[in-house]
């Protein structure tokens, strides 16, 4: 029977941290991912101490191995479609997508956050020249010709003068965005370019851009540069289960991953269906194991 004290569904660094935690605290756990995390498309990540530089896929190599050494911890790779509250709110039935059945006590989310872009082209370019997050690829990118490309004008400002940092050669890009006569003063101060028309077409090759071309007709030569996508949760999983969010969606939680749902944990970029990091998103994985470890201790002890 497949019958679990915690099923954790996700398995970027929250969800392998999350395991890693509950495994050596001897609870018997599933952990399910099925590889959509959206750090895939990058050829490597930076900013975690000891792993700086690392390949996602060999991010969870390693996670995966380490949780070998733990017995109590089962690893599907599989799509998780459905969680319903059992009969008598004993716990949780997991579905996977082939029609395999679980049950488990409790469930931590941990299946992070995916991005919609101001166009889809950028998808051809996102992680290996076109970043979201300065943090993560800013050094690999400085002193190169970069663009900013954001649609609203306080996304645009955020972003050029986070990345001015990491080059100074920048030109920001609304794609047809509004700017204020603040927010050009702001950038022009600062030698900062801005181009205003909507962008035709990205140019490049493999995923390595070279220029960028309007409907104007301009073109201008990049090589790269920072987006500000929107970001969503990919699945309904906490609004079906009844857990409350706040209005910009972030889940309400007691601050240690325990969602307003009993025997329901958050872990993540999930929890504020914002962006983050591989190391931030790995302590939030050991937070919300914590308080299902001690829920559980205090319930049977
Ligand atoms: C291009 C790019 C570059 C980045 N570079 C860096 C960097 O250099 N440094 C850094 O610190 N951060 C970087 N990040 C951010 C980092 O990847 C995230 O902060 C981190 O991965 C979030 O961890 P998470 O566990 O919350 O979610 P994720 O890593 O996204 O993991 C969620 C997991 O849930 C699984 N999943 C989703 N739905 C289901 C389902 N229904 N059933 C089963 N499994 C499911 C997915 O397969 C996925 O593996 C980058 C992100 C991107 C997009």
């Keep these: ?17 999350a395991s890693l935690t509950l495994g050596r605290a ?36 390693l996670g995966l191995k380490e949780l ?17 509250k059992a009969i008598g709110n004993e716990g949780f039935i997991i579905k996977t997508t082939d029609g395999q059945e679980f049950i488990s006590e409790k469930i931590i989310l941990a299946t992070g956050i995916q991005e919609i872009f101001p166009f889809e082209e950028v998808r051809n370019f996102y992680g290996k020249s076109l970043f979201s997050c300065p943090y993560c690829d800013g050094w ?8 900013v490309l954001a649609e609203k004008e306080d996304h645009a400002l955020h972003m050029a003068k986070l990345v001015y940092n990491w080059s100074k050669d920048l030109v920001v ?16 101060k600062r030698d900062i370019k801005i181009v205003v028309d909507p962008i035709k077409k990205l140019i490049g090759d493999d995923g390595y851009l070279q220029a960028v071309e309007f409907v104007s007709g301009e073109t201008i030569k990049r090589a790269g540069g920072f987006v500000v ?10 609004e079906k289960l009844g857990c409350e969010v706040q209005e910009d969606g972030t889940a309400i939680t007691d601050g240690a991953g325990r969602t307003t749902e009993k025997n329901i944990y958050i872990a993540g970029e999930m929890e504020k269906s914002a962006p983050s990091s591989l190391i931030n998103s790995a302590a939030s ?17």
């Design 173 to 188: 890009l609304t794609n047809g965005g509004p700017l204020s006569e603040e927010g050009v003063t702001a950038l022009e």
């Design 229 to 238: 996508p929107s970001f969503y949760r990919p699945n309904h999983f906490v």
């Design 285 to 301: 994985g050991q937070n919300a194991a914590a308080s299902v470890n001690m829920d559980l201790t205090i319930d049977r002890f």
């Design 26 to 61: 001897r609870r018997k756990i599933a952990l399910f991912d099925d590889g959509t995390n959206r750090n895939r498309v990058t050829h490597a990540a930076h900013g975690f101490i000891t792993r700086d530089n690392i390949k996602p896929q060999e991010f969870r190599e």
């Design 140 to 147: 690999e990118m400085r002193d190169k010709p970069l663009l």
């Design 1 to 17: 029977m497949n019958v679990f004290d915690c099923v954790v569904v996700g398995g970027g660094p929250a969800g392998l941290s």
């Design 68 to 84: 070998e050494n733990y017995p109590s911890i089962t690893y599907f790779h599989a799509t998780i479609t459905a969680i319903t």
